[in-house]
């Protein structure tokens, strides 16, 4: 979901906010003074990384800024960069657990990991898709001519993986942060138990 969204989310949105290391209140759901502190920090490090590595079209930004900021760091260098050689746009960030369940449910089935099994429901992983005229481009061809293989590039350069490599599913627009188990992250991320720099130490 888009980061207007996340932010509706109050549930979804604390368990990013402390999973940043930004919010110290409890996981309730519920919105009050230190959610909205830690919010402020969040934003503050998405302006900063903007400003840094540069600011993209609107639609990669609403996804960027669902990001681990730890995270988006390396994403929206490679958006940056994806967007010199063509009109590359994020088209996902977060999934919220919910979200995860639905897509799970899904049939035919699209993916086999339910809510807490995806980079993406932490905020570590983006989905990438080439746009001409205007139009989404899906071509799944691998090999030395796939649209892809700057996308790769690109990814290794920022330090992050890319989905094209998986052994288990093909998805080269998929890229994420570096391997720590989901189990870990799921424990973290809704207990609030760690942030993730201190998962990365
Ligand atoms: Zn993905």
Redesign the pocket.
């Known amino acids: 979901m888009k980061y207007a969204e996340l932010k509706t989310h109050t549930l979804a949105w604390q368990r990013s906010l402390k999973f940043a290391g930004f919010y110290r209140g409890q996981l309730d759901g519920l919105a009050g003074p230190l959610t909205r502190e830690a919010a402020t920090q969040w934003e503050a490090s998405h302006s900063q990384l903007q400003a840094r590595y540069g600011q993209v079209d609107s639609r990669s930004e609403s996804y960027l800024w669902t990001l681990q900021p730890l995270a988006a760091m390396r994403v929206r260098q490679v958006i940056v960069e994806m967007r010199k050689q063509a009109d590359w746009k994020i088209i996902?960030g977060i999934r919220t657990y919910d979200e995860q369940d639905a897509l799970y449910n899904k049939r035919p089935r699209v993916t086999r990991a339910r809510g807490g099994q995806s980079m993406?429901n932490f905020g570590l992983?983006a989905?990438f898709c080439l746009f001409e005229d205007g139009k989404d481009i899906w071509s799944p061809s691998e090999g030395p001519k796939s649209i892809y293989a700057p996308l790769a590039e690109a990814t290794r350069q920022a330090g992050l993986v890319w989905?094209g490599g998986f052994r288990t599913i093909y998805?080269p627009g998929?890229i994420q942060l570096g391997e720590i188990a989901t189990t870990a992250l799921h424990r973290a991320y809704t207990q609030g138990t760690s942030t993730l720099a201190e998962l990365l130490k």
Do not use: I, L, T
């Open positions: 996902c993406h992983a989905d989905g998805d998929h």
